[in-house]
């Protein structure tokens, strides 16, 4: 299995209610990440998971809650959203930088995406 | 900080034509990455370049490194309508693996 896969495909919530995005990977990769891309923007990274432990957190707000259960499993927890949140949210996964012979690279692979919607 | 440019922004070519976008960033770094993002999907990624004047080709897409001028080019050879998206430059530096993305090139292609 070489994909990245997202769950729900597109998610339209109110501002009061609480959802979850959902990202599987099978690729024995240990580094998954959370992104959001507005339209027209390049994606804008928002936390990574490294061994199922949280790596980075850009200043993320509270509001958004990542979880990984496991080494294929990334979910994120919404909560009380704005309609600014409103983005397609895209997953990643990758190996931990690996070693070629030309060096190490980190190539990461990315989840179809949750097109969000906040009402 | 990292920044990493892309240009131009926007792109109209006819089919047939040859185009070149590039991609400069301002830090060392020897690992650059191109994506196509299709409206509305994910990003796919196209090619990984890890050394300095490293050039890899996929169909009428080939892409270049040069680390000495930190500046990579994604060269189309005569385009076709298939190639209309959005092409990301993203490049690391140091020790960091994580990505830092250009504003994107998005190309569209004209029969």
Redesign the interface.
């Given at each position: 299995d070489t994909e990245v896969t997202q769950t729900p495909k597109h998610l339209v919530m109110g501002m009061t209610n609480k959802k979850s995005l959902k990202c599987e990977q099978h690729m024995g990769h240990r580094a998954m990440y959370w992104y959001k891309q507005k339209a027209?923007?390049?994606?804008e990274?928002m936390f990574?998971y490294s061994y199922e432990k949280l790596s980075?957190n850009e200043s993320v707000p509270s509001r958004f809650s990542p979880e990984c259960p496991n080494s294929s499993l990334l979910n994120l927890h919404l909560h009380a959203l704005q309609p600014e949140d409103s983005a397609?949210y895209?997953c990643?996964s990758?190996h931990?930088?690996r070693t070629?012979g030309?060096?190490?690279?980190?190539?990461?692979?990315?989840?179809?995406?949750t097109?969000l919607t906040v009402l | 900080e990292l920044k990493v440019e892309q240009n131009p922004l926007f792109l109209s070519m006819q089919e047939g034509k040859n185009y070149t976008i590039y991609c400069n960033y301002s830090t060392t770094s020897d690992r650059l990455y191109w994506y196509r993002q299709d409206p509305g999907k994910s990003l796919e990624s196209l090619f990984v370049l890890l050394s300095n004047g490293a050039v890899k080709q996929e169909g009428r897409l080939m892409a270049s490194l040069d680390t000495k001028a930190r500046l990579s080019t994604l060269h189309i050879t005569a385009a076709v309508h298939d190639l209309s998206a959005t092409y990301f430059c993203a490049v690391e530096s140091g020790g960091s693996y994580i990505p830092t993305f250009g504003r994107g090139t998005s190309l569209i292609v004209h029969p």
């Amino acid at each position: 299995d070489t994909e990245v896969t997202q769950t729900p495909k597109h998610l339209v919530m109110g501002m009061t209610n609480k959802k979850s995005l959902k990202c599987e990977q099978h690729m024995g990769h240990r580094a998954m990440y959370w992104y959001k891309q507005k339209a027209k923007k390049p994606p804008e990274l928002m936390f990574v998971y490294s061994y199922e432990k949280l790596s980075i957190n850009e200043s993320v707000p509270s509001r958004f809650s990542p979880e990984c259960p496991n080494s294929s499993l990334l979910n994120l927890h919404l909560h009380a959203l704005q309609p600014e949140d409103s983005a397609l949210y895209l997953c990643a996964s990758s190996h931990e930088p690996r070693t070629s012979g030309r060096g190490s690279y980190n190539e990461q692979f990315f989840g179809p995406g949750t097109r969000l919607t906040v009402l | 900080e990292l920044k990493v440019e892309q240009n131009p922004l926007f792109l109209s070519m006819q089919e047939g034509k040859n185009y070149t976008i590039y991609c400069n960033y301002s830090t060392t770094s020897d690992r650059l990455y191109w994506y196509r993002q299709d409206p509305g999907k994910s990003l796919e990624s196209l090619f990984v370049l890890l050394s300095n004047g490293a050039v890899k080709q996929e169909g009428r897409l080939m892409a270049s490194l040069d680390t000495k001028a930190r500046l990579s080019t994604l060269h189309i050879t005569a385009a076709v309508h298939d190639l209309s998206a959005t092409y990301f430059c993203a490049v690391e530096s140091g020790g960091s693996y994580i990505p830092t993305f250009g504003r994107g090139t998005s190309l569209i292609v004209h029969p």
